[in-house]
């Protein structure tokens, strides 16, 4: 079984602020673990994968996230919020495995919103 | 790059009608999966594919079949359309462990 927890549902901040978006997540297998940005009216785009390599990620549009095995956490940062960043922002959690175990679960997004 | 195509954008249907919705990818991944998002809800997996003629059930199946007769091509059918089956339908497709690839999403609406 795995799950996501995305706390709260919005996010407000100025733009050239601090970005931080939380995630926990809990997986009975070692996970693969995805950012995904979602823009009004648009499919979801990848933002950012673990993929069990390097901790920490780094990913498109300036993000990053570290994954923590002894929080469970991913938590998706960004050291400077620009306008266009703003948008809905998923994390979401898959098993190590292939075939009918390879679903994604999602959590259910945090809406970021950047104040001039 | 990766393409996933959605055969409508947006569907208006009425309640009882049997409603296909249509999902194309390019990419030859085994796995595809239907997603419905709803405010507050996130995304709900409502079935998956992860080879041609086989599925499996996600979260929220109930109401809904799906159809892969293809590996390029996963249909989800509404047999009898509800009022309660109005949201955003998303499509994506994988390797087998990979990322997911989405469609930009039908939405439909059930009157």
């Known amino acids: 079984a795995q799950s996501v927890t995305q706390l709260g549902s919005h996010v407000s901040v100025s733009e050239g602020a601090l970005v931080l978006l939380r995630c926990n997540y809990s997986s009975s297998v070692p996970p693969y673990l995805f950012w995904y940005v979602q823009y009004p009216n648009q499919g979801l785009q990848l933002l950012l994968k673990?993929?069990?390599?390097?901790?920490l990620v780094k990913g498109i549009n300036g993000f990053e996230a570290e994954f923590k095995k002894s929080e469970t956490s991913f938590h998706l940062t960004k050291p400077s919020a620009h306008m266009s960043d703003a948008a809905e922002y998923f994390c979401a959690v898959r098993g190590q495995r292939t075939g009918a175990n390879s679903k994604l679960t999602f959590g259910k997004g945090i809406t970021l919103s950047v104040r001039p | 790059d990766v393409k996933v195509t959605q055969s409508s954008r947006y569907l208006v249907k009425r309640t009882g009608e049997k409603v296909f919705l249509e999902c194309v990818q390019d990419m030859d991944h085994e796995n595809m999966f239907w997603y419905r998002q709803d405010p507050g809800l996130g995304l709900r997996l409502i079935y998956f594919?992860?080879?041609?003629?086989?599925?499996e059930k996600g979260d929220i199946p109930e109401g809904y079949s799906v159809s892969r007769e293809k590996k390029e091509r996963f249909s989800l059918i509404l047999e009898s359309a509800s009022t309660n089956q109005t949201s955003m339908y998303l499509c994506?497709?994988?390797?087998?462990?990979?990322?997911?690839?989405f469609g930009e999403g039908s939405r439909l609406t059930v009157l």
């Open positions: 994506a497709s994988s390797f087998s462990t990979g990322e997911l690839f």
């Open positions: 673990y993929t069990s390599a390097a901790t």
């Open positions: 594919s992860y080879d041609v003629k086989m599925k």
